[in-house]
């Protein structure tokens, strides 16, 4: 589990902006587009993509099948949809062992897309396809141009959550509260509750842990001083000894709304962690075709709603491919989110981090 945290963190660093900035991405879904790139790909190539996820391919798809399925108690009615889909040109020639390992990904499928007669209805095609299955909350994943007459595949992976809290936040109390952005003070809209929570105090953060419905959890993570400096100084152990020092306690928390997206190309974040050889004529795609490959970008775009019924998310990834028990409570301890914070949504069984997001600025 530390290896997915390690991989999250790695990629955060060098994918988010400038820390005054507030952004969100997917794990989840990077790491299946990618692992999808690696189940496709030999050598040296092969070799760079899994160092750089922390796991093999088959791991990879061990842990991330398991948050694939949320188990919902009586009354839940949690939503999460995944597809992983290879887009490609129908004179493409697709090994079989590879449709074959294909089948073992969550949501998989394999379809063809005109990339070389009609680019642009290929863009189409793939956008409508990720739209369906994000809710609409990614209309448009690649943009016009993404699509060239030297394209011939695309490793797609699509990611829609929608969950409400165990315990709903009351309406009625949220308020405008003051919070410290990045740019000067204002007031946001602010979700309030007192109730018994996940809660940890230690190595200059606070975690507050949000239940959610099937098996889905949401962590406040609020570092004691500023958040660029924290964020900075957060790896995988740090991170993985937080989660772990989670306890249930009274709490008193003060929670902003908030709706935030990103979106990025991941080629130079990747290189930053040793992913070259993808992107260039040497990439080894044998398992995938006998065709010389090579990945042209790596796009992703990421959105995430959190109000007082719970969380909705969406993601998408694409790799685009060219030729070439009753105890007496104390007292509650306060929580006031009124400054940048870190917000991480994952599946509470395997760890697996489905949203990462940086809030510095809710309204």
Sequence with gaps: MNDHLDFTLALHERLAPPPAKT???????????????????????????????????????????????????????????????????????????????L?????????????????????????ADVAETTRDLIPELLPTGAVHPQTVAALVNALYLKVPWKEAFEESKTAQRPFHAPDGDRDV?????????????????QVVGLPAAGGVEALVLLP???????????????????????????????????????????????????????????ADFTPLTDRSLRVSEVLHEAVLDVDEAGLEGAAATAVMMRLTAVVREPEPVRVEVDRPFLFLVRHRESGVVYFLARVTDPS
């Design 23 to 101: 952004f969100c991405w997917s794990p989840y879904s990077v790491s299946s587009a990618l692992g999808l790139a690696a189940t496709a790909t030999g050598g040296k190539t092969r070799e760079e993509l899994v160092n750089a996820l922390r796991e093999e391919p088959a791991n990879l798809l061990e842990l991330l099948s398991s948050a694939s399925e949320l188990t919902a108690a009586s009354g839940e009615q949690p939503v999460l949809a995944v597809a992983n889909t290879l887009w490609a040109h129908a004179d493409l020639p697709i090994e079989e062992s590879y449709r074959l390992a």
């Design 224 to 282: 004691d001083d500023e958040l660029s400096a924290a964020e900075t100084a957060l790896d995988s152990a740090r991170l993985s000894g937080l989660l772990g020092a989670v306890e249930q306690r009274r709490v008193e928390l003060f929670l902003p709304r908030f709706e935030v997206s990103g979106g990025a190309e991941l080629t130079d974040p990747l290189g930053a962690l040793g992913v070259h050889d993808l992107f260039t004529p040497a």
């Design 189 to 205: 809209p602010t979700m309030t509750a007192a109730r018994t929570l996940g809660y940890a105090a230690t190595d200059g953060w």
């Design 103 to 127: 089948k073992d990904w969550p949501g998989s499928a394999v379809r063809n897309a005109p990339f070389q007669d009609d680019p642009e209805a290929a863009r189409q095609l793939i956008n």
